[in-house]
């Protein structure tokens, strides 16, 4: 079965940090470039982050760039997201998502014609005080 299964959600204080997690099963995860995605309450869905196949090209949106890193361990078929400095308007749902295409997975949110081959079913994260 072809699945994303993302953990490390929780509730942080603003300036915390968190690592979110995301394992790939049922497919060549090293063959897909991977990304972040988050829908805060009552917002449409956000682009946050992207890695290519080998990890070696990463890509922010600008609203977490310098706080957010990406990363992957293809030997573990696991994503990574640490996040760091968090702020009360990154409350948000986490997806990760792979597709064998990195653009597909950049525009995604903004283009209906774009939709990654696996989507994870998300974890929620909550920055208050």
């Known amino acids: 079965e072809v699945q994303l299964v993302e953990s490390g959600g929780g509730m942080v204080q603003p300036g915390g940090s968190l690592r979110l997690s995301c394992a790939a099963s049922g497919f060549t995860f090293s063959s897909y470039d991977m990304s972040w995605v988050r829908q805060a309450p009552g917002k449409g869905p956000e682009w946050v982050s992207a890695?290519?196949?080998?990890?070696?090209?990463?890509y922010y949106a600008d609203s977490v760039k310098g706080r957010f890193t990406i990363s992957r361990d293809n030997a573990k078929n696991t994503m990574y997201l640490q996040m760091n400095s968090l702020k009360p308007e990154d409350t948000a749902v986490y997806y990760c998502a792979a597709d064998p295409v990195l653009h597909t997975l950049v525009v995604a949110t903004t283009d209906k014609d774009k939709n990654p081959e696996v989507w994870g079913q998300g974890t929620l994260v909550t920055v208050s005080s």
């Open positions: 890695i290519s196949t080998g990890g070696g090209s990463t």
